[in-house]
């Protein structure tokens, strides 16, 4: 076949406009509606003000630097100097910019500005597509992941630790201001790269001793990034953070087509587990979307009886299987049943085991039940039921055991093996698109407070990431039906899409009647 002529000289006898870089469904221009959009009062509620200043040189417009923002999020650029790059060379950018290209200070200055307020633009992805009934409410799951924190774990200290290094840098420093100080050379202007390195690392070391000092419960920090605890990942023990999101399905407007994921609460904390934030993230997916999911989905690293109460009080049903090594149990461990009128439990062999007392077990307040140690030696299963040749077989009972009973025989209906069955094709591509396709694997920023923002960046772009997509299918779906109303998704989350679809459905000459 014939080949094509290359000419980079080409030149046009007139100049390409700038709507023509684009696709007409580019996702920029989803971004650009999305931001164009935003009226005065969520600007304010984001902390920015659209009016400018009267004097100076002119600034680049909130619209243009929040787009790009949002954009390179989508597109897993999250560095303010890639993002110039950006500005510079690629035509999206280009095109989502008017063909400006504000430089990584500009960018920077922006994001540190308003970050911690981007809450609201999470929560408003989240109430939109409530609103328009494009989550499925009747399920969520909750999970967590840990993720790399800007810093090596390597620089992660206890108190002693942080002592024999104090120790070792003073010893340093003490050599080379004799360096500087020996022969008949004047003092240099600067000090010496090395020497400022160790006076600097010095003060970091002070301020961490004095930090774990002060906060009991603080056992090590590290250097880089104060609040970074070491958590163990599947890529091993990394200095990091715990990313915890609750993922609802997102409705296909087509029935005959998958919907994708949508987050609906997302937090990044430190704790190294995910027992205590359980209830936290119901607390959140409940405030964003101004409703109860039907059931609620976690694995079991979210188990334990204070969870199951939490989750009783607010009459939320939750499928929450056991610990591995919990239903590993050898027999004899789940089969007592118990007597209200007695307040007693029957062993699966028939021995009645009665309430001998009250005992605080690893802090934890239980109520001892227990049988006959004669009996007990004398039945088939002492050995395996039982070693105590003396006490016999007891029972310790915690404060939630009938919850845990309870939750034990739920989980075993068939809807919620059904239900239970539905957390994996959630929870973890969620994950995997944040990481694999958003580039969401280790974070830029330090300190918790830069860390849940950025958290809460990535889950915003995610969630326009699905919003985009229903766009893009009623977007084809209007331009070949023709039609002048485009569908109630687009008319109800920005009012200039049917302006927008009817133009360029005019300009292609596609009848509207």
């Given amino acids: 076949m014939p080949l094509r002529s290359l000419n980079r000289q080409q030149t046009w006898l007139l100049p390409p406009t ?12 989803f971004i650009a509606m999305f931001v164009d959009n935003l009226d005065e009062a969520e600007w304010r509620k984001l902390g920015i003000g659209l009016e400018g200043e009267p004097l100076g040189a002119p600034a680049y417009h909130p619209r243009v630097l929040l ?17 110039e790059a950006a500005c510079r060379d690629q035509m999206p950018y280009l095109w989502l910019t008017g063909w400006q290209h504000p430089d990584h200070n500009t960018l920077w200055r922006f994001y540190k500005e308003h970050r911690i ?9 989240v109430r939109t597509a409530v609103n328009m009934d ?90 880089t990034d104060n609040d970074a605890k070491l958590l163990k990942s599947r890529q091993g023990v990394i200095a990091g953070y715990n990313i915890q999101t609750v993922v609802s399905p997102l409705k296909n407007p087509e029935p005959d087509k998958a919907g994708g994921f949508f987050v609906t609460a997302v937090d990044a ?52 299987p056991e610990p591995q090594e919990r239903r590993a149990n050898p027999p004899y461990h789940n089969d007592f049943s118990y007597d209200a009128n007695t307040d007693s439990y029957a062993c699966p062999l ?7 007392e009250i005992r605080s077990v690893t802090n934890k307040i239980v109520r001892v039940y227990g049988g006959l140690g004669a009996v007990c030696r004398l039945c088939t299963a002492f050995g395996v039921c039982t070693k105590n040749r003396y006490r016999g077989r007891e029972l310790l009972i915690g404060r939630y055991d009938t919850l845990l009973r ?29 990481k694999e396709q958003m580039g969401f694997r280790r974070f830029l920023l330090r300190g918790l407070d830069n860390i ?36 109630t998704f687009v008319s109800g989350l920005f009012s200039l899409f049917n302006i927008y679809i009817d133009t360029k459905i005019s300009e292609n000459g596609v009848s509207t009647s």
């Avoid at 999020?73 to 303010?80: A, L, V």
């Avoid at 739920?410 to 994950?431: D, Q």
């Avoid at 923002?453 to 331009?479: C, S």
Wanted: charged letters at 25%; a neutral charge; aromatic letters at 6%.
């Fill in 406 to 434: 309870n939750h034990r025989n739920w989980m075993t209906t068939p809807r919620a093996k059904v239900a239970y069955l539905r957390r994996k094709e959630l929870s973890e591509p969620t994950f995997g698109i944040m």
């Fill in 134 to 223: 494009l989550v499925d409410m009747a399920v969520q799951a909750i999970d967590g992941t840990k993720l790399q924190a800007n810093a090596a774990k390597d620089r992660t200290y206890d108190a002693k630790g942080l002592q024999r290094l104090l120790e070792r840098t003073e010893t340093v420093i003490e050599e080379l201001e004799k360096q500087n100080e020996a022969g008949d050379d004047p003092p240099p202007i600067h000090l010496p790269e090395k020497l400022r390195q160790n006076q600097v690392l010095r003060t970091e070391v002070k301020n961490a001793i004095e930090r774990l000092a002060a906060e009991s419960r603080l056992e090590r920090i590290n250097l």
């Fill in 452 to 487: 849940k923002a950025e958290t809460l960046m990535v889950a915003t772009a995610f969630n326009l990431r699905g919003l985009y997509r229903v766009w893009h299918q009623q977007w084809h779906k209007t331009w070949k039906a023709g039609a002048t109303e485009v569908c």
């Fill in 67 to 83: 787009g790009v923002w949002l954009f390179g999020f989508m597109t897993s650029i999250h560095s303010s100097r890639k993002l």
């Fill in 18 to 29: 700038l709507d023509e870089l684009i696709p007409d469904d580019h996702p920029a221009r």
């Fill in 269 to 320: 904390v430190q704790d190294a587990d995910d027992h205590h934030q359980l209830v936290n993230m119901l607390d959140q997916a409940e405030e964003m979307t101004g409703q109860k999911a039907a059931i609620t989905l976690a694995d079991a690293g979210y188990h334990s009886g204070a969870n199951l109460a939490a989750c009783e009080e607010r009459k939320q049903i939750v499928a929450i």
């Fill in 350 to 356: 028939g021995q009645t085991l009665k309430f001998l």
């Fill in 117 to 125: 307020e981007m809450r609201h633009l999470f929560k408003l992805t």
